[in-house]
């Protein structure tokens, strides 16, 4: 009994442990030395062509560029090759003409493997890094500019400026565009057509001018009376006094 018991542990162990194989990953073989032949075709090619090369291979099709790729007998694809191209030039206006890079250092990982190595250009320094497949095929190029601290700090500087300045600058522009809300009623009201009423004129104000008696013609004729008594008297006018004045009616006509 102990002795089949121990051969079924045996059995179990050796099934899980062929399980634990079949599911580990082998890890991919990668050649140094093909892969920077590869990067160094790239570089090759890259640094003695004009812009009217790039642009003419930007212009060929897909078909021809992989055809003419596969005359090389470099493992390229025409998609691989482009975006190759454009970070080159990419990297050409950031660093400037290139000069000459170092030696290569391989970093395997589980989906590929990166090569590595410094490069001199023109203007500054860089780090270049091919990424290639399991299959050893380039997927990618990445130049990487190197800045030194005083650029970084000034690069620094002038975002932090230029973010600052564009919110001030939106602040203001906000600031503007509420103040002219105070002249969207009047405008609307001028669109609208309607005209505001306006106040009607006030009446004028009619003053009735109460009669007042003249008394200036009495006057005259207490003079003339007095002139008059006067003269059939014989004597001045200043000793009479005119106590009153009475209009004498006229007779009225009887019928007979």
Not at 14 to 42: I, M
Not at 127 to 145: G, P, Q, R, W
Not at 154 to 170: P, Y
Request: hydrophobic share 45%; glycine share 6%; proline share 2%.
């Amino acid at each position: 009994m102990k002795k089949k018991l121990s051969i079924l542990v045996c059995m179990l162990v050796f099934v899980l442990g062929l399980s634990a194989c079949s599911g580990q990953k082998e890890t991919a073989e990668y050649n140094q030395e093909a892969l920077a032949q590869v990067s160094d075709f790239l570089i090759s090619n890259f640094s003695q062509m004009t812009e009217e090369q790039f642009e003419a291979f930007h212009s060929t099709s897909e078909y021809a560029l992989n055809y003419t790729l596969m005359n090389t007998g470099v493992p390229l694809e025409s998609d691989a090759f482009l975006a190759a191209m454009d970070a080159w030039q990419a990297a050409i206006k950031e660093c400037g003409t290139y000069a000459d890079h170092g030696d290569y250092s391989m970093e395997v990982k589980s989906d590929g493997a990166i090569l590595k190595a410094n490069a001199s250009f023109e203007n500054r320094d860089a780090v270049m890094e091919f990424a290639f497949d399991e299959e050893s095929k380039l997927e990618s190029l990445t130049v990487s500019a190197e800045y030194t601290t005083g650029e970084i700090l000034t690069k620094a500087g002038l975002n932090t400026v230029l973010g600052m300045g564009t919110v001030f600058v939106m602040l203001i522009f906000m600031a503007w565009l509420i103040s002219l809300m105070k002249y969207i009623p009047v405008i609307a009201e001028k669109f609208s057509g309607k005209k505001k009423e306006e106040p009607s004129e006030a009446a004028p104000v009619v003053v009735e001018e109460t009669e007042i008696a003249d008394e200036t013609d009495d006057l005259e004729l207490v003079a003339v009376i007095t002139a008059a008594i006067a003269a059939a008297e014989g004597t001045s006018s200043d000793g009479f006094v005119v106590r009153s004045i009475k209009k004498r009616r006229k007779p009225g006509k009887w019928n007979a």
